[in-house]
């Protein structure tokens, strides 16, 4: 068994959200400084940055998982984690046929770059990223776990597009074996008012919008990975999460 820190959610210069120096190589060589070793990238609505994410990150000693902030019709936020990069391609496939398109504003929202394996801009998605799917919270958990993806809502503890907030509870059905808190100081109250997240498995991770606020080596799972294949880290990681 061993240590394996992580951020589990980290926007790319692809959310219009993310600042533009947010792109694969800085995120993957920022996680190396703050001593990470698991890093899942997670924009808004697409997962057209992970193929680059997946170069940046094996040359950066870290083992990178595909993944996406699904915003669902309701507006709640769910992260979506893949064990590969194909089936992260599939569900963005099937995610794009549901997205409303709207126009972006660059100049309210922000840019969608698109980054190649050398993180260069290779181009950009026009339309509006974050704003609601047509995919209900039943629907897009049932896509996700199709294509053999793990998924749980996200930052359950804050306002905006937390499925608590959202809902004004934390609902029995869908379920979910993981939620995630943006704020560790958050997760005991939560406990103690919303009893049946007790079960479930606790996961701290950044949002990370900003190269700076990445998380440090402060949040870690205790994987088996003998013998060592970043693929079996992989893999050992979905088991505890799944």
Not at 104 to 109: E, G, L
Not at 195 to 220: F, G
Not at 230 to 242: D, P
Request: glycine letters at 6%; proline letters at 5%; aromatic letters at 8%.
């Amino acid at each position: 068994m061993r240590k394996y820190f992580y951020d589990m959610h980290i926007h790319s210069c692809l959310s219009p959200c993310g600042d533009d120096d947010m792109t694969p190589a800085n995120i993957a060589g920022m996680a190396a400084i703050n001593g990470l070793n698991i890093v899942a990238l997670c924009d808004h609505n697409t997962v057209k940055n992970c193929p680059a994410f997946f170069h940046a990150c094996k040359a950066n000693g870290i083992i990178p998982i595909a993944g996406m902030e699904l915003t669902t019709a309701e507006d709640i936020h769910i992260i979506c984690l893949f064990k590969s990069l194909d089936a992260a391609v599939g569900f963005g496939e099937q995610v794009d046929k549901n997205r409303n398109l709207i126009p972006n504003r660059t100049d309210i929202f922000g840019n969608q770059y698109i980054i190649d394996s050398d993180d260069n801009i290779a181009g950009t998605d026009e339309n509006l990223l974050p704003n609601a799917t047509n995919l209900t919270l039943e629907q897009g958990v049932c896509l996700c776990r199709s294509l053999g993806g793990v998924c749980y809502p996200a930052h359950v503890d804050r306002q905006a597009n937390g499925i608590i907030a959202t809902l004004g509870t934390f609902p029995d059905e869908p379920h979910f074996s993981c939620v995630e808190f943006n704020c560790a100081e958050n997760i005991e109250p939560y406990l103690q008012k919303y009893p049946n997240l007790r079960d479930k498995k606790i996961i701290v991770s950044s949002d990370a919008h900003y190269l700076w606020n990445i998380n440090e080596a402060d949040n870690s799972f205790e994987l088996d990975d003998e013998p060592y294949s970043s693929t079996l880290v992989r893999e050992r990681l979905f088991e505890v999460i799944g």
